[in-house]
């Protein structure tokens, strides 16, 4: 049996020097309070330029007022040729440019509040980022507890820091002789929103209000106004407050008592301005609770056998990344690609990462967490269908970069998108193998015929070719390729085909009979394109290799990802030798390594799949939090969908696939890997 506890506890990241690059985020799912070296957000404007400190939740959407009272309905779409149907798409900006780009970037997730440390110097003056010593910060993975160590001026602070695993809240606990000196307080700022990653402007301080009630010297709410956006945060302290108010949004706090040390709970929700009072000891006690259910009921793997250098940077990954997506990635609506820490795209999601954000959590026996998002689509299920039937299809098409309330954003390359359509299906069935129950399957179905329906008359069939089509317009998951020019691409073949053969299956676990259309396409579906033995990017891109050897190798998705029932093993092995050789895997992204491994662990390439999860690359970069860096892009500080393509790589690997046969694991032979409680894949 392995030794969870230990296995997790020596991967806790410890943090020695400030490191701009690394603040860690507390979390729950629903709600992130991401830190600075102070285990608060004390220094916010230091971070800002690399991972902003913020505090988010999945219900903290807003959108601007617009002078030009912009309207949905006004948009033009542009209409595309496929044969002689003209298909409207949202993808055009010229003459719109104003409209176009208010509804991608409305609504957008904001910043809810900057919690930091208000912290003097013997003469008065505020302590800056450089007069701080940092001792220690460790992040204690096993109880969720953030724990920062520092001095000021020969002063020692210690800082405890906590999210609540039940409700919108951080507990924090400070000791330290400068609370007695009256030189260290509580500072609470609000912030307009913004379009930025930080998704906060400072100065506009007129644009939002704020009403604060006193209940008492311990107990203060805030009742925030932005636009037509309402919140509530209360504040709970252990001792009575003396506040001040250094300017508008900015409010000070200090401890009357003369002790040295100050517990409070601040919570954030969008419903009530005043909750029950909780204290610092109660959301401490849930956060052990949560944390150790957590790991010692999930999957876990356990490298410490092996000897090999490369093995315990793999642990470190593995583990952080089971941290990081449950803290942002498991919450009751699809991640943003840099979850709750920041905004990506003004905080949208985007439903092709989905899959990566949350499908290894069935892998690792924590379906419930994959599931917790589910729902959403039934919720938007009406307005996906009002989408496929604006363009001429039949049933729900879903949509690509989206808010809470399901409208698909216009671009010049999301609408185009199609790979995200399978994904429900896949969601469904990974939820039934590790359940196997009938309710999966009642409830789950509608979404997978709905889904199916739309690939179906998406579809074009070629009578001179006696075979089924993916036509232009559209774009696959290698978004490098004109939407006009695009036919059959490799990776979305594979993908369609193996939701035909998983959609006949629920049929038949209902008692249905076979859908006869859809095994006719599932026959006749348009076989994967190649040349001179190498699959393409599609059936029209022969200069795959030469000229658009760059973004996603989604070929190789469609063995490494997938069953991989239409692939020929042979030319997927060619396929995979020539990325590997010729690809720019500095203009990669970070979910392509795991997805270029997991195809390496299926052709047998054990050592080759350990060393492209660890390629030295700028996209395959984890800083010491655990965050996948995409290289320089300053505008994505993180990547979610790297960490979760990262477990169910490993996830795989360790398991196995259905057909895989393994006898050990797919790590390499001399490696000494041991797991449990992880399933089989696809």
Known sequence: MINRYQLVNRNNPILKNKDLNSPFT??????????????????YKSYAEEIPINTMAQWGWHSFNSEENYDRKNLKFKNYNRGNKKIPYASEEKGQAGLFNFLRENPHKYNLARVGLHLEKKNGVKVEF????????????????LKSDFVVEGEQVNVETICDPLTDSIAVKIVSDLIIKKRLGVEIEFPYPEQSKTASNWENKEKHQTKLIEQNE????????IDETKYFVNLFSSKNLELKIPSQQHYLFKSKKNENSLTFVINFNENQNRVKQISFSEVKERSIEYWQDYWTQGGIIDFSKTEAPKAKELERRIVLSQYLTAVQCSGTLPPAETGL???SWYGKFHLEMHFWHAAHFALWNRESLLEKSLWWYYNILERAKELASSQGFKGARWPKMVGPEGYDSPSSIGPFLVWQQPHPII??????????????????YELIEESIEFMVSYLEFDQENDRFNLEAPLIPAQ?????????NPTFELEYWHTAFVIAQKWRKRLGMEKNKKWEEITDKLAELPHKNNLYLGHEKAEDTFEKYNIDHPSMLGAYGLLPGSKVDKDIMKNTFDKVLSDWQFDRAWGWDFPMTAMTAAKLG???KAVDILLMDSPKNTYLFNGHNRQGSKKDLPLYLPGNGALLLAAGMMAAGWD???LESTAFPEEWQVEYESINKYL
């Open 427 to 444: 969601y469904a069935e990974l939820l039934y193998r590790n359940r196997q129950k009938k309710s999966v399957l009642e409830y789950y």
């Open 659 to 661: 057909d895989s046969g």
């Open 341 to 343: 820490t920041c905004n």
């Open 605 to 607: 390439e054990k050592e």
């Open 218 to 225: 311990k107990a203060y709410n805030f009742n925030r106004f």
């Open 479 to 487: 978004e490098s390729y004109d939407p006009e020019a695009c036919l």
């Open 130 to 145: 450089e007069d701080i010593e940092l001792n220690q910060q460790e992040l204690n993975l096993w109880q969720g507890i």
């Open 26 to 43: 507390l979390g729950n799912g629903e709600f992130a309070f991401t830190a600075d070296f102070t285990g608060l957000q004390t220094f």
